[in-house]
C-alpha cells in the first residue's frame, strides 16, 4: 500500500511563502499525473495545482503567478512552492497521485494571516 506524506503546513503572514511536500513511500507505477487540492473550512475542496507525467502544469486561477508545482520522480515527491500568500490561501492542502490506483495525502494545515 502506498501512502503519501505531506509536510511544510504551518502558520504565515499575509505575503509570505512556503513549500509543501507530498512524498510516496515507494515507487507509484504508471503515475498519470500528480496535483495539490485544498480545502477550507465550510467550503469544497478544490484543485490548486497539476503537473502530468510529460511535466505540463496547470494552476487554478486564483493561485496563477503565485504558486508553482513541480516533482522530483528520484524522490517520488510532488512539491508545491506557495509566495504571496494571501488570507483566503488558508486552508488543508492534500496532494494527490493518480496512476494506475488513486492516492490522497493526510492533509497538511496552511495559515495565512492578516
Known amino acids: 500500500q502506498v501512502q503519501l506524506v505531506e509536510s511544510g503546513g504551518g502558520l504565515v503572514q499575509a505575503g509570505g511563502s512556503l513549500r509543501l511536500s507530498c512524498a510516496a513511500s515507494?515507487?507509484?507505477?504508471?503515475?498519470?499525473?500528480m496535483s495539490w487540492y485544498r480545502q477550507a473550512p465550510g467550503k469544497q475542496r478544490e484543485l490548486v495545482a497539476i503537473?502530468?507525467?510529460?511535466?505540463?502544469?496547470n494552476y487554478a486561477d486564483s493561485v496563477k503567478g503565485r504558486f508553482t508545482i513541480s516533482r522530483d520522480n528520484a524522490k517520488k515527491t510532488v512539491y508545491l512552492q506557495m509566495n504571496s500568500l494571501k488570507p483566503e490561501d488558508t486552508a488543508v492542502y492534500y496532494c494527490?497521485?493518480?496512476?494506475?490506483?488513486?492516492?490522497w495525502g493526510q492533509g497538511t494545515q496552511v495559515t495565512v494571516s492578516s
Open positions: 494527490r497521485v493518480v496512476g494506475a490506483n488513486e492516492y
Open positions: 515507494r515507487s507509484i507505477f504508471s503515475i498519470n499525473f
Open positions: 503537473i502530468t507525467s510529460s511535466g505540463s502544469t
